[in-house]
């Protein structure tokens, strides 16, 4: 005996009060969700992006540090990063809405190599182009994001020192001079000098860019702030407590806010009447 023929439609005008096949098959999807998939379930691979980018102050800092230890490949779809330090490289990943642990140790260093033609895009219209460390200069982000910026540039390729100076200990062993410098490196001078101009309007700082090496293939520049730019630099960048950052450098500035020194000028001697 051949089972009867069921129309595509029978269940139509049927609930399961009225209908025992509609009851079993609503008692067996109970629980379970229907719907379309969220962004976050539609990932090309395990090492996809999650999320859509979109300008946030996370996004900026990582701009920051892929234009330092970063670079575009001419396949016109890969990023690669690279940097000897750990946490810094899950920053970066996370800034971009990556997984922590798309990276492989090379060597002293990691490395990251992303397939994201959307963030590849994305850095090329900032600024970022193939072989950029010669070449780069300004770098587009919207000014609220600036800083942002600025603090990714830092921990890419900047660095900070603090230490107490006699100056003139011989006569003067009780004079004591507190002295911060924060630098930017890069081998590109027109970028520095971008850079430089853009600090001047947003804090009113003056820095100075000059040559730091001779004995590479290519020579290296540095853009430096003394004490007093630096501090209100450093200010400006940690304000917001919540910001990435590389942390081995935030305890440098923390240290110095932590142990202040109180300069004793010497005084002249006055001459005798």
């Known amino acids: 005996m051949h089972d009867a023929i069921v129309p595509k439609n029978w269940a139509k005008g049927l609930t399961k009060a009225?209908?025992?096949?509609?009851?079993r098959a609503a008692e067996a999807h109970r629980g379970l969700r229907c719907g379309r998939r969220s962004t976050v379930d539609r990932r090309r691979g395990p090492g996809s992006r999650l999320e859509p980018l979109f300008w946030t102050p996370a996004l900026a800092y990582a701009v920051g540090l892929a234009a330092t230890d970063g670079c575009l490949i001419n396949t016109g779809r890969h990023v690669a990063f690279v940097s000897t330090d750990r946490d810094l490289m899950e920053t970066f990943l996370a800034c971009i809405g990556r997984r922590s642990s798309n990276f492989r140790k090379?060597?002293?260093a990691y490395r990251a190599q992303l397939g994201d033609v959307e963030l590849y895009r994305w850095l090329s219209e900032t600024g970022l182009t193939q072989r950029k460390s010669l070449t780069l200069g300004a770098v587009q982000v919207p000014a609220e994001l600036f800083l942002d910026l600025v603090r990714g540039l830092f921990d890419g390729d900047g660095s900070i020192s603090h230490y107490v100076h006699r100056p003139v200990s011989r006569?003067?062993?009780?004079?004591?001079y507190r002295r911060l410098t924060v630098?930017?490196?890069?081998?590109?001078?027109?970028?520095?000098?971008?850079?430089?101009?853009?600090?001047?309007e947003v804090l009113s700082i003056k820095g100075a860019v000059v040559q730091q090496s001779k004995d590479r293939a290519h020579n290296m520049y540095a853009l430096q702030y003394t004490k007093y730019a630096s501090i209100s630099l450093l200010t400006k960048l940690y304000e917001d407590q919540e910001s990435p950052r590389l942390r081995r450098k935030w305890l440098i500035w923390e240290a110095f806010k932590a142990q202040p020194v109180t300069t004793r000028p010497y005084r002249r001697r006055k001459k005798p009447h």
């Open 171 to 176: 006569k003067y062993p009780r004079y004591l």
């Open 183 to 200: 630098r930017f490196r890069s081998a590109s001078p027109e970028h520095l000098r971008w850079l430089q101009k853009k600090l001047a």
């Open 18 to 23: 009225t209908d025992a096949r509609i009851a």
């Open 106 to 108: 090379d060597g002293n």
